[in-house]
């Protein structure tokens, strides 16, 4: 198993696997770690869904176009949910107030669901196996993931995580620099201009000189252009379909 230094400062994404599976007590590791997430109100405003059925992972590919899906071993679905203390609630005759109709208990169940989803990250590239995130699965299709996955009403996909043993290893990506990510105490007043045109050339240099698929792409256009795109899903519309009809 991998140190802590090692597992978080070495993790980088991966998106093609071997065949073979993952070690059942591995998987428990991981799921023992997920639960132990630490979440807000221990309200534990999260679950997830464990996809193995090869034909499961077959029409999540098809929606989402992410290969990775479809070659993982095991595919983690990471949702916010409501849908557990409604059921008990319910059956102990309490009032629940609509608290996922609030942009905080939006924000409440996507945290939650963030933070056991690097949970299972960390825990997996702990025993050696690769990861990827993929939040396609949020936005890709909503309603028919929805329904493929049988959710009920409460509960909402967050991100996807594929799971595997690693048949690759990427490069690992160059992320901000310290100065532009940690702000001591306050968040920085001067320019960050030139720091942050350091950090894209760093990106477009990597990009361009990295082993496998090469590009010509920056930092700042390629973002830019992703929340361009980003701008035609209808996000707001699957919360209502899931049950988060945002009033406040």
Not at 22 to 40: G, H
Request: a neutral charge; charged letters at 25%.
């Amino acid at each position: 198993m991998k140190d802590i230094k090692q597992t978080l400062l070495n993790r980088r994404s991966t998106r093609r696997y071997e065949r073979e599976s993952i070690p059942s007590e591995q998987m428990e590791f991981i799921y023992d770690a997920i639960r132990n997430t630490p979440t807000s109100y221990n309200g534990q405003q999260f679950s997830v869904i464990d996809v193995t059925d090869q034909a499961i992972k077959e029409k999540l590919y098809e929606l989402t176009q992410q290969k990775q899906i479809k070659t993982c071993n095991h595919f983690l679905v990471f949702c916010a949910d409501y849908n557990k203390i409604r059921t008990i609630a319910k059956a102990k005759d309490i009032e629940m107030p609509p608290f996922e109709h609030t942009a905080d208990g939006v924000i409440v169940g996507i945290v939650d669901a963030s933070l056991a989803m690097m949970s299972a990250v960390v825990a997996a590239e702990s025993c050696g196996l690769g990861t990827c995130c993929i939040g396609y699965t949020r936005t890709a299709a909503p309603r028919e993931i929805s329904e493929i996955l049988k959710l009920p009403k409460g509960v909402y996909c967050v991100c996807g995580l594929a799971i595997g043993i690693p048949r690759e290893t990427p490069d690992l990506k160059p992320k901000q620099p310290t100065s532009l990510v940690i702000h001591q105490n306050h968040y920085r007043t001067d320019n960050l201009t030139n720091d942050l045109l350091d950090y894209d050339s760093t990106v477009t240099h990597f990009n361009a000189n990295r082993s496998g698929t090469k590009s010509d792409n920056d930092w700042a256009a390629h973002i830019v252009d992703y929340y361009r795109i980003a701008m035609d899903y209808k996000m707001l519309q699957a919360l209502q379909d899931s049950g988060y009809d945002i009033t406040r």
